[in-house]
Every structure is written in structure tokens, then in C-alpha cells.
């Protein structure tokens, strides 16, 4: 249930540009022909260009085409992506983990009440 909330709570805080930067950005500027084929089928899958700005990744080096006439930068691509698929996987598992949080504590109470009386009328019903 703590895992479920943590992992809902990182999901929920994943899409912000500080993380996204810190996990993708550095891969995304490697150079040679492994990383160009990697930085084009991403591009090509998102349907953008570049990192941070539709061209950064032409300079010398890196040196990755785009095939889009006015692209966006793959960033922006990518944080509308997690926000439209992430977001509402993290708000149903930090819910749910809430909702598991309420009937666990319930049931420590009812056995906390157990504990204190008789055990033939501790129910009440």
C-alpha cells in the first residue's frame, strides 16, 4: 500500500520538465550512429524534432534530421504524453491506495474495540 502511494505519487510528479530533463536529456545528446538512430525513431514516434528546441539536435555531432515541416520540440511532446497516460494511472493509484489506507485502519480499530470487551458482544449488530 505505501509502495502503490509512492509509485502513484512519483507518477503524478513525473511529467515536470526538472525530471524529465535529468532522465532523458543527457541520452538525447550522445553522439554516433546508435544514439542518431535512437533521437530519429523517437522523434518519429512522437512527431517532433530536437530536445528542448526543434533544432538542437542538427548541430555538428549530433547531426539528426527532421522529416517535420514546423516540429515541436520532443520535450513538450513527451510532458503532454506523460500528462495524458500517467495522470490519471497515478490519480487512480494514489485513490486507491487512500481507499486501502481507510479499510486497513478500520480494521485495526474494529480489533483495537475487539480487544476491550467480551468476545461474544463486542459486535455490536
Not at 550522445?30 to 526543434?54: I, K
Not at 520532443?74 to 494514489?94: H, K, M, S, V
Request: charged share 20%; hydrophobic share 40%.
Amino acid at each position: 500500500m505505501l509502495v502503490q502511494l509512492c509509485m502513484g505519487a512519483f507518477l503524478f510528479t513525473y511529467e515536470t520538465t526538472g525530471v524529465l530533463d535529468s532522465i532523458v536529456r543527457d541520452r538525447w545528446f550522445e553522439e554516433g550512429t546508435e544514439a542518431r538512430q535512437l533521437r530519429v525513431s523517437y522523434q518519429n514516434f512522437y512527431g517532433c524534432c530536437g530536445w528542448s528546441d526543434p533544432f538542437d539536435s542538427r548541430a555538428s555531432g549530433y547531426n539528426t534530421p527532421c522529416p517535420i515541416a514546423s516540429p515541436t520540440a520532443c520535450r513538450d511532446e513527451t510532458l503532454q504524453w506523460l500528462g495524458e497516460n500517467y495522470t490519471p494511472a497515478a490519480i487512480f493509484a494514489i485513490s486507491f491506495a487512500l481507499i486501502q489506507l481507510v479499510a486497513v485502519l478500520a480494521t485495526v480499530m474494529l480489533l483495537m474495540k475487539g480487544k476491550n470487551h467480551d468476545h461474544d458482544d463486542w459486535i455490536p449488530w
